[in-house]
């Protein structure tokens, strides 16, 4: 609001000058040739606008690219923390899916060799859903560190 307002003044205070200037020469010097030498004096001061006027356009540029970067950033990390959101909705399916055939294979009264693939299942089981809570962790503690550095 106020980079707009303070663009608004400048522009004012410019067409301000350059009307001052143009009265100026109209009221003091009356003939095309004394006004044409009084305008030659302001030579310099044309080249100055226009290098300024060109300064400033470089240094938009340079502050667009700027904040084409930081957009593209963002977008960046916002792509990389919903991938890892998929991956770790994805890991608690299957963490529930896990405790869940665990349950049901600890509630079934099998014995003999049906018991023991069935203990064998349920280590295996337990040991893929320590592996998965792991990997879990680990990606949640990524996520965690990423949007702190934001």
Known sequence: MYRLLGTILLAVSVVGVAGLFW????FFFPD??????FGAYFGALTAIFSG???VFLLLN?????????????????SETTAEINRWLQLASVLTAHYRREIAALSNSTLTGPAG???SRRIEKLEE????????????????VIMLERL
Request: charged share 25%; aromatic share 6%; no cysteine.
């Open 32 to 37: 095309d040739q004394s006004r044409s030498n």
């Open 52 to 54: 300024l006027a060109f």
């Open 116 to 118: 023991a693939v069935n």
């Open 23 to 26: 009265w100026i020469g109209l």
């Open 61 to 77: 540029l340079w502050v667009q690219r700027d904040h084409l970067d930081e957009i593209r950033q963002a977008a960046s990390n």
């Open 128 to 143: 893929m859903l320590k592996q998965l809570e792991d990997l879990m962790e680990t990606k949640h503690h990524s996520v």
